[in-house]
C-alpha cells in the first residue's frame, strides 16, 4: 500500500520560512513526477510547484523565487522550501506524486493528507 505522508506544516509570521516534507512509503517500483499543491476553503486546489524524475522544476508564478522544490529520491521524499511567507500563502498544502506500483502496472497519482500552512499578517 502506497503512502503519502506530508510534514513541517505549522503557524508563521509574515516574512517567515517553513520546510514541508513529504515521503513516500511502501512497496512500489518507482516514483515519476512528485508536486506540491494547495488550497484555500471555498477554492480550487492549485499546483505550487512540481519536480520531474530527473530534477527539471516548474512553479506557480506566485511563489516563483520564493518557494523552491526538491526531492531525495534515495529517501522517496520532496521537499518544498517557502521563504518570505505571506498571508496568502495560507492553506492546506498537499503532496502528490505519480507512482509505479510495479514494473508490469501503470502509474497511478497518489496524494497527501494534507499539511496546513497559517501565515499572520
Known amino acids: 500500500q502506497v503512502q503519502l505522508v506530508e510534514s513541517g506544516g505549522g503557524l508563521v509570521q509574515a516574512g517567515g520560512s517553513l520546510r514541508l516534507s513529504c515521503a513516500a512509503s511502501?512497496?512500489?517500483?518507482?516514483?515519476?513526477?512528485m508536486a506540491w499543491w494547495r488550497q484555500v476553503p471555498g477554492n480550487q486546489r492549485e499546483l505550487v510547484a512540481g519536480?520531474?524524475?530527473?530534477?527539471?522544476?516548474n512553479s506557480a508564478d506566485s511563489v516563483a523565487g520564493r518557494f523552491f522544490i526538491s526531492r531525495d529520491n534515495a529517501k522517496n521524499t520532496v521537499y518544498l522550501q517557502m521563504n518570505s511567507l505571506k498571508p496568502e500563502d495560507t492553506g492546506v498544502y498537499y503532496c502528490?506524486?505519480?507512482?509505479?506500483?510495479?514494473?508490469?502496472?501503470?502509474?497511478?497519482?497518489?496524494w497527501g493528507q494534507g499539511t496546513q500552512v497559517t501565515v499572520s499578517s
Open positions: 502528490n506524486a505519480v507512482i509505479q506500483p510495479t514494473k508490469w502496472e501503470v502509474a497511478a497519482t497518489y
Open positions: 511502501g512497496r512500489f517500483f518507482s516514483i515519476n513526477h
Open positions: 519536480i520531474g524524475e530527473g530534477g527539471t522544476t
